[in-house]
């Protein structure tokens, strides 16, 4: 750090939470706090490597365009802590999920403000120019939605551990309604409230986190993942009824009310939303029955991957009700 950004006294602190793949830790200088990504020690090799550079240029792209923490630089000589690592600027604030920060209000409109903010720092991630930001062939956004269906039903016909016919009719009907090609940007390809930094005393949206899954691809990826899981009947019997759980209240700002926003802001299309969020339930369950056929084979036993059991019917029974109308008014 020293050497190359003139920023003395780095010392590596202690992991971070967050992040589903690659290692997060904090890094104290006299410049103040950085965080640190690296893939865990299990998995270092040339793949594992060109993922955090992947990630990280991701985020040097987007960094003064959209709120996503200052790229500071990307090391790819593992001698120096054991592994190829990225470093960003540290951002305060806390992630959301099941409750609102004791500051905020807890009123709909509070709510109403949080959903705002998550698409209008979307639209400043997907209208960022990513032909020029990014490097030379970088992404391959051609047929990105067709790619995303054909890859999850090969990996789940491939290591089932249980019938699921649902699986196989949405992912049908999934590749004979594709929507036009559309545009291409870069995308979160994870974008939820979860992986977001809020400011602690009121709801604004300071750093859009974990970049690891990062494309460019169609945006409308990411407004159907996050608008899936915006304004829900607060049930049980929900898939991940914990995520953006917040929002799962009456009186909410509706989920095609901020896909509006988000398409005033880009000047993209969003009419297709509903066979987005369908593609957000499906794929979701198709890469989380993963964990469940771990479970299954005795390699892991948590409390997640049991309760993937009735997630993952939930999720594609949700998926389904999108398609038919039946169960979910339209928001």
Known sequence: MRDTHGIGGARLGPRLSGGNVNVTRLVESDAGRLVLRHAPAETVSEKAAAGIEREFRIVEALTGVARVPRAVGYCSDASIIGAPFALTAFVDGTAISTELPAPYANDPATIDRIGE??????????????????????????????RQVERWTAIREADAVRDLPLMR?????????????????????????????????????????????????????????????????????????FVQKVSNRPGVVSARALAERWSARTGFDSGALDYFRCLAFWRLAAMVEGAYGLYRRGQVDTPYARRLEADVPALLREAAALIDGSTREDR
């Open 117 to 146: 903010e998550l698409v209008d720092a979307l639209a400043e991630v997907h209208v960022a120019d990513w032909k020029a930001r990014l490097p030379a062939g970088f992404g391959k956004p051609q047929n990105f939605v067709r």
């Open 169 to 241: 009719d949405l992912a049908g009907w999934l590749l004979e309604n594709l929507p036009p090609e559309g545009p291409a940007a870069i995308v979160h390809n994870d974008y939820h409230l979860d992986n977001t930094l809020f400011d602690t005393d009121a709801p604004r949206l300071n750093a859009i986190i974990d970049w690891e899954m990062g494309a460019v691809g169609h945006p409308m990826i990411d407004l159907g993942l996050v608008l899936m899981f915006w304004g829900r009947p607060d049930r049980a019997d929900l898939g991940f009824g």
